[in-house]
């Protein structure tokens, strides 16, 4: 158990549809990073929140949202769905700035549109 | 912007060689990092480089961090099957800023 936990493991869903992804990073980290990893794509990364605020954002597209919450969750949103966001959505935790302990990654989860 | 490529991509060796996956990023990095990921999991990290000439190495695996050159290495001595995996290396512009990762090296090892 690496201490961060996503949830849920596995996602079928239909075209058009919306769902939600959550991670409780580990204990002390403030940061919390999103990641897509797709066959085509590697590992994209689309978002990070420190602290509750936005602090950097990659190739999310705007039918993607994020939001972490005060006791530091994050929830990370997909809307419209399509087949080409099929993949495997990781978060990922750091203490943040004067990083010393690294990235530490969560199981993921895969997210399969039909 | 930072950007890391690994080489090689795909690497098929025989148990018990030795071969080495480059990882080479175009600005200054602050650390450099290398993860291990089997098929459908997360990523595990396996070392973390923090200035240059640092070197780490855990059982068979040994990675190295040139930053003059912007060039890292991961060394793999008398492969075992169970090193077959994807490897990727990946990099950060600054502290606990995000991660940048390379293509990932898909490492098999035959008997």
């Known amino acids: 158990d690496s201490g961060v936990t996503q949830t849920p493991k596995h996602l079928i869903t239909a075209t058009g549809q919306r769902v939600t992804l959550r991670c409780s990073p580990r204990s002390g980290d403030l940061s919390v990073y999103w990641y897509q990893q797709s066959l085509d794509q590697g590992l994209q990364f689309l978002i990070q929140y420190y602290n509750g605020e936005e602090r950097a954002k990659g190739n999310i597209l705007e039918r993607f949202s994020a939001q972490q919450f005060p006791d530091l969750h994050s929830e990370l949103n997909l809307s419209s769905l399509e087949l080409g966001d099929s993949a495997l959505y990781f978060c990922?935790?750091?203490?943040?700035?004067?990083?010393?302990?690294?990235?530490?990654f969560g199981s993921g989860t895969r997210l399969t549109v039909v | 912007e930072l950007k890391v490529e690994q080489n090689p991509l795909f690497l098929s060796m025989q148990e018990g060689k030795n071969y080495t996956i480059y990882c080479n990023y175009s600005t200054t990095s602050d650390r450099l990092y290398w993860y291990r990921q089997d098929p459908g999991k997360s990523l595990e990290s396996l070392f973390v480089l923090l200035s240059n000439g640092a070197v780490k190495q855990e059982g068979r695996l040994m990675a190295s961090l040139d930053t003059k050159a912007r060039l890292s290495t991961l060394h793999i001595t008398a492969a075992v099957h169970d090193l077959s995996a994807t490897y990727f290396c990946?990099?950060?512009?600054?502290?606990?800023?995000?991660?940048?990762f390379g293509e990932g090296t898909q490492l098999t090892v035959n008997p």
């Open positions: 990922a935790s750091s203490v943040g700035a004067g990083n010393v302990r690294g990235y530490t």
């Open positions: 990946a990099g950060e512009e600054t502290s606990g800023s995000r991660l940048t």
